[in-house]
């Protein structure tokens, strides 16, 4: 008994220390109270700003992989700037068709996931102003349906120099969010490999050879994500010819994203002057990548693939260029005959 008195007393020595350095203090400190709330409102503005156009709640519809946005319009009544912190949770259906929402605006939650951000967001308003935020919206590839969330905001919270902070009651509000994804997201694996110009001569316009000042030999290709899905792109050549000369090496992986183009070289060396016609190919394997939970995607999305191009090189160096001059030289000396001069007396 005696030690539960102790804690009665230590608790009841608080609470006057709080009152005490509310009454002194509080007038300095700058906190919000529930008329600051009642001057600030949020809406939606992806119809405009106007009067009609602001919604207190939203419902877009929209397609996989598109880029989609919503426009978030922050109003402040109030004679003083005011600081919205807001974020987004999971909305649900209750059991009379009521809309509700999650408390979790972690980025745990899955409504979360479609408007990537980190933890809560802030944004301040100046008194008797308005400011619009447009938050990005990445639907997954696959998801269809009806998708219910919610924005909940709140005023930034005061910082207390002392213990009252324990009796301060937070108040947010939340406004509804619906997204309607319309039919199946369709994904699109597709790598293409474009054509190249210049170069020595290649029979494949997809290849291009070519020959530096230091009689190194590379070779290039040009490589596009036509998908709309990112792809782990990697490469194996072999290079041979009938004069014994081959090699085989790998490229290391290239990630592309959707519509991006990277052009693949590799340096195949200094190679033999006499060694100038080669047989290339060339294997470009790719892998889907989800940056999104792919659980309901169906697996056929997921497998990798290759793709193989050939092609016959001729490196044409200056030693090799001369030698066939030569040669054509002499050929013409034997096989073409001279004009016989007649000389009439």
């Not at 946005?69 to 009544?77: A, D, S």
Request: with cysteine.
């Amino acid at each position: 008994m005696y030690k539960k008195g102790k804690i009665v007393w230590f608790v009841a020595l608080c609470f006057l220390c709080g009152l005490f350095v509310n009454y002194w203090y509080g007038a300095s400190w700058t906190t919000y109270t529930e008329d600051d709330m009642n001057n600030v409102w949020v809406r939606f503005c992806n119809e405009g700003t106007g009067e009609q156009q602001l919604k207190k709640d939203v419902s877009l519809s929209l397609e996989p992989w598109k880029e989609n946005n919503l426009c978030i319009y922050f109003f402040n009544v109030g004679d003083k700037p005011m600081e919205f912190v807001y974020g987004f949770s999971q909305g649900k259906i209750g059991k009379q068709g009521e809309k509700m929402c999650e408390w979790d605006m972690t980025t745990g939650n899955s409504f979360s996931k479609l408007i990537p951000f980190t933890n809560e967001r802030s944004v301040t308003v100046e008194a008797k102003s308005y400011k619009t935020v447009t938050e990005n919206i990445k639907i997954p590839l696959g998801m269809s349906g009806a998708i219910y969330g919610c924005i909940a905001y709140k005023l930034a919270v005061p910082q207390y120099a002392g213990v009252w902070w324990m009796f301060t009651l937070v108040v947010r509000r939340t406004a509804h969010i619906d997204f309607f994804v319309w039919g199946e997201g369709v994904i699109k694996n597709n790598i293409k490999i474009n054509e190249l110009t210049w170069g020595v001569f290649t029979t494949n316009k997809k290849i291009k050879a070519e020959v530096d000042e230091n009689n190194r030999l590379k070779v290039s290709f040009l490589v596009k994500n036509d998908g709309n899905i990112a792809q782990n792109v990697s490469v194996t050549w072999e290079v041979s010819n009938i004069l014994w000369f081959n090699k085989i090496f790998n490229i290391n992986t290239k990630q592309l994203t959707p519509g991006e183009k990277y052009t693949f070289t590799a340096d195949l060396g200094i190679i033999p002057f006499y060694k100038w016609l080669f047989a290339a190919t060339f294997t470009v394997n790719n892998t889907p990548v989800f940056d999104f939970d792919a659980s309901g995607i169906a697996e056929k999305y997921k497998q990798s693939w290759t793709i193989t191009e050939t092609a016959n090189i001729f490196m044409f160096t200056r030693v090799v260029v001369a030698i066939l001059l030569v040669v054509l030289f002499l050929l013409y000396r034997v096989f073409v005959p001279r004009k016989k001069i007649v000389v009439v007396q």
